[in-house]
């Protein structure tokens, strides 16, 4: 069983002109399916050749002889979840329950998106940013790299900051990238689902 590149959850195009067809055609046609096509590679004849996704990022986690199926799995997961963080006509502001805990633990949802931005921009190098459910705590973390969020933390959206999802529309421009992906990109009904489920 080889692992797939999964579908966009929207067409090429739809998330434009925030990010454009042709960021989205290298970022997942040429970087996220290089992460599966590596990964398949790594994997071939090997005991996680046909276990799912999570388990294979579980069990090479923290080993050094494992890094390269880390990184390879740990991208094809992140870039995933980072797809369905978007949706086209997104931003606005999150509704229920999430609504009531960002409140609650940062003061209201301009102030979140601030402490968001400031982590984002102050990842240094290439890396993700996340709003995560700890314990039943909202918090934001970033992570280098391929890092992610480890279990029992729950991701419930992530912003990609490798330049590569950003350079050809934005350049070295990262801050206005990151709010462009709160103002127009973000899908609130997915972190929604993420946190009740």
């Not at 096509?37 to 069990?59: F, H, M, P, S």
């Not at 969020?149 to 330049?163: F, G, I, N, S, Y």
Request: hydrophobic share 45%.
């Amino acid at each position: 069983m080889a692992f797939e590149l999964p579908p966009l959850p929207w067409a090429e195009d739809a998330l434009e002109p925030v990010t454009s067809a042709r960021t989205i055609g290298f970022h997942y046609g040429k970087h996220h399916r290089a992460y599966v096509d590596n990964l398949n590679k790594l994997v071939a004849g090997t005991e996680l050749e046909n276990r799912r996704l999570e388990e294979v990022i579980g069990a090479v986690a923290g080993d050094p002889a494992k890094a390269g199926v880390f990184n390879n799995a740990a991208q094809v997961w992140n870039h995933s979840f980072f797809w369905q963080s978007m949706k086209p006509g997104g931003g606005g502001v999150p509704g229920g329950a999430l609504a009531d805990k960002i409140a609650a633990t940062f003061g209201g949802l301009p102030a979140f998106v601030e402490q968001f931005k400031a982590a984002a921009v102050g990842r240094f190098g290439s890396g993700w940013a996340w709003l995560v459910d700890d314990a039943g705590a909202l918090k934001i973390v970033t992570t280098a790299n391929a890092e992610m969020p480890a279990p029992p933390v729950k991701p419930l959206l992530t912003c990609d900051v490798w330049e590569h999802a950003y350079y050809l529309d934005f350049q070295n421009r990262r801050p206005d990238f990151v709010q462009a992906f709160w103002d127009s990109l973000v899908d609130w009904d997915f972190a929604a689902r993420n946190f009740a489920g």
